[in-house]
């Protein structure tokens, strides 16, 4: 299965390429900026597989945000606003309706953007190792560490953040993709994108998404904390958080096998394989029959118990705001006006 290279052009007269492979419902992979390289990630064997199963199931477009890859280098633009009018692009010239999006890391928020003010075109929505903020997906004291190299060396720096990122132990597919990204963009053009980054903020529009979002979150990824990918779960109306075992920051690298199921029943509409829980959560699936999250039952059941939001947040190791946007969406859920209603429905549930 070989991908074909086609070329949109964005309302402020940018060339952004992209690949188009399978047929189906359309699945729309944003760019892992500043590495987006669509054509070249074919030849890399870990991600070649992911894309080849996808496609067999869905029409797979993975583009290459501007500045990047086979899209026009040669830009000055770079905003939330000129990240929206590429994605745009790419979908007219597609002749895509609508669609399901994927995105990781920086373009997490173009992505979230994009089904906020456009519910009419976006179904469902895959988010991994990403922030409504962007300078949680970037704050990381590693990943601050490696972005100082940008400007020092820029072969080094792509090296030792590919290696960390994917693992010590990336092998050939390490090499591949590390040379992938060596080529993927410039220097200059990186610590641009970063900087950009770095003051996205489409926080608020969060609520505001109508289509079901699934974010994937990895235990031992510290790029992004697990407080972040519960934010987003927290806030958007149809949320739902899947955690995954290993410490790759790609998410086809490790455990591929899960990791493209889950997908592929979530673009299906069917339940998940294993719906994510924390490691010390023991609810059952009679609990969660009522569309409260692993967290929110887990906050939920700590009410019960009459505890304030401040003991919840220090006994489960969150921040009291992440408490307290939990407890605003399971009374939310169920109907509570407050805790009492709320310790009342855990006690019929079984939950208390």
């Known amino acids: 299965m070989e991908p074909r290279l086609a070329y949109a052009r964005s309302a402020d007269d940018v060339r952004i390429a992209y690949t188009d492979v399978g047929a189906g419902s359309a699945l729309v992979m944003l760019p892992n900026l500043p590495f987006s390289n669509s054509l070249a990630h074919w030849r890399v064997p870990f991600l070649r597989d992911a894309y080849e199963r996808l496609a067999a199931h869905h029409r797979l477009i993975e583009y290459d945000g501007r500045g990047t890859g086979r899209s026009d280098r040669d830009v000055e633009a770079l905003s939330l606003d000129t990240m929206l009018l590429d994605l745009e692009a790419v979908l007219d010239h597609a002749s895509i309706q609508s669609c399901a999006l994927y995105a990781s890391y920086i373009s997490c928020a173009t992505a979230i953007a994009y089904a906020a003010r456009h519910p009419e075109r976006v179904t469902r929505m895959i988010l991994f190792g990403g922030s409504a903020r962007g300078r949680e997906a970037i704050g990381a004291p590693e990943t601050e560490a490696l972005l100082s190299l940008i400007a020092r060396d820029w072969d080094v720096f792509v090296t030792s953040a590919l290696q960390t990122w994917l693992g010590w132990s990336a092998g050939e597919s390490g090499r591949i993709e590390t040379d992938v990204a060596r080529t993927a963009t410039t220097p200059e053009a990186a610590q641009a994108m970063i900087a950009m980054a770095a003051d996205l903020d489409v926080s608020k529009e969060l609520a505001t998404v109508v289509a079901p979002v699934l974010v994937f979150h990895r235990r031992g990824v510290r790029q992004i904390s697990l407080e972040v990918s519960e934010a987003i779960v927290a806030t958007v109306p149809h949320g739902q958080l899947y955690l995954l075992e290993g ?67 220090f006994r489960l190791g969150l921040s009291v705001n992440t408490v307290e946007r939990h407890v605003t969406n399971l009374y939310r859920k169920i109907d509570a006006r407050g805790r009492a209603d709320a310790t009342a429905f855990a006690v019929r549930r079984g939950i208390a």
């Open 247 to 313: 410490s790759s920051a790609a998410l086809f690298f490790e455990g591929a096998d899960e990791v493209l199921q889950v997908m592929l029943d979530f673009l299906a509409k069917r339940p998940t394989a294993r719906p994510s829980e924390p490691a010390d959560s023991a609810a059952t699936p009679r609990q969660r029959g009522h569309g409260l999250t692993a967290r929110e039952i887990d906050v939920l059941a700590l009410i019960a118990k009459g505890e304030t939001n401040s003991e919840i947040a």
